[in-house]
């Protein structure tokens, strides 16, 4: 049997995980599906994810490959791996792609989705940030979205990495959508830094409060200039929507 190259698209409530990166002791995406595929093939496989998402980041659409001899079709293995899977991670669809596909590699667009609920209810207290609406001014927070659109440093809007040497992301989309009860933010990007959408959220939202910071702080920080004050949405708001490729 020759070597195959499976992509799979996974949904995952990621409340109980400690995010996507394998951990030696606690529960994780990869860390899950490596464990489902050993079971499935008898042999240790690598995983190799679209990107990382943080403890209790959750996703729609995250994507990832892995390499292996094998004679079962693509649905026979989604069907497997999801028969060894926990509730909360599903694979959505399994296909064999050439080769030479890597899913972070390959990539040339992510979007991500942050939910915010005005209304505050129990059913999403882990899926959304729970915010009163009555300090959110949505004509601030478009202004701030527009800002944000194109290539910019982001060196005070991620988490601090040396390892990371080019802090610079193009910003395809960046917008907010309101209604009734909830705020959603969508962005999407040629890549993303650690933690970057939930402190874009985190100031967005303290800037629509008109209290600490203002639009001009905001763009200052786009424009990589110091920072007077950082703040980070909480996880559990956060979705990796999609990853597309060519």
Same mark, same amino acid.
């Given at each position: 049997?020759?070597l195959k190259n499976y992509k799979i698209t996974i949904s995952y409530d990621g409340t109980s995980l400690h995010g996507w990166q394998i951990q030696k002791n606690s529960r994780t995406v990869q860390g899950d599906i490596e464990n489902?595929?050993?079971?499935?093939?008898?042999?240790?496989?690598?995983?190799?994810?679209?990107?990382?998402?943080?403890?209790?980041?959750?996703?729609?659409?995250?994507?990832?490959?892995?390499?292996?001899?094998?004679?079962?079709?693509?649905?026979?293995?989604?069907?497997?791996?999801?028969?060894?899977?926990?509730?909360?991670?599903?694979?959505?669809?399994?296909?064999?792609?050439?080769? &030479? @596909?890597? /899913?972070?590699?390959? +990539?040339? !667009? #992510?979007?991500? %989705?942050? *939910?915010?609920?005005?209304?505050?209810?129990?059913?999403?207290?882990?899926?959304?940030?729970?915010?009163?609406?009555?300090?959110?001014?949505?004509?601030?927070?478009?202004?701030?979205?527009?800002?944000?659109?194109?290539?910019?440093?982001?060196?005070?809007?991620?988490?601090?990495?040396?390892?990371?040497?080019?802090?610079?992301?193009?910003?395809?989309?960046?917008?907010?959508?309101?209604?009734?009860?909830?705020?959603?933010?969508?962005?999407?990007?040629?890549?993303?830094?650690?933690?970057?959408?939930?402190?874009?959220?985190?100031?967005?939202?303290?800037?629509?409060?008109?209290?600490?910071?203002?639009?001009? &702080? @905001?763009? /200052?920080?786009?424009? +990589?200039? !110091? #920072?007077?004050? %950082?703040? *980070?949405?909480?996880?559990?708001?956060?979705?990796?929507?999609?990853?597309?490729?060519?």
């Open positions: 049997m020759s489902a595929l050993e079971k499935i093939f008898n042999q240790k496989i690598n995983l190799i994810g679209s990107g990382r998402t943080d403890s209790g980041v959750h996703a729609l659409g995250q994507v990832a490959n892995f390499k292996v001899s094998t004679s079962m079709r693509p649905d026979e293995l989604k069907n497997a791996l999801n028969g060894n899977l926990g509730r909360d991670i599903f694979i959505i669809n399994c296909n064999e792609v050439s080769i &030479d @596909f890597h /899913s972070r590699f390959s +990539a040339v !667009k #992510r979007e991500y %989705i942050y *939910k915010i609920q005005t209304n505050f209810t129990p059913i999403s207290r882990n899926f959304s940030w729970s915010l009163d609406s009555s300090f959110i001014d949505i004509n601030i927070l478009n202004e701030c979205s527009k800002l944000v659109m194109g290539e910019h440093d982001f060196s005070q809007l991620s988490k601090k990495n040396v390892e990371i040497e080019n802090k610079n992301c193009h910003i395809y989309s960046s917008k907010w959508i309101v209604d009734d009860s909830s705020l959603n933010y969508i962005i999407s990007a040629n890549r993303f830094l650690h933690h970057m959408v939930r402190y874009l959220v985190g100031v967005m939202i303290e800037v629509s409060k008109k209290n600490l910071l203002s639009i001009d &702080d @905001f763009e /200052s920080m786009l424009n +990589a200039n !110091k #920072r007077k004050f %950082i703040f *980070k949405a909480p996880s559990k708001g956060l979705y990796l929507n999609r990853v597309l490729y060519d």
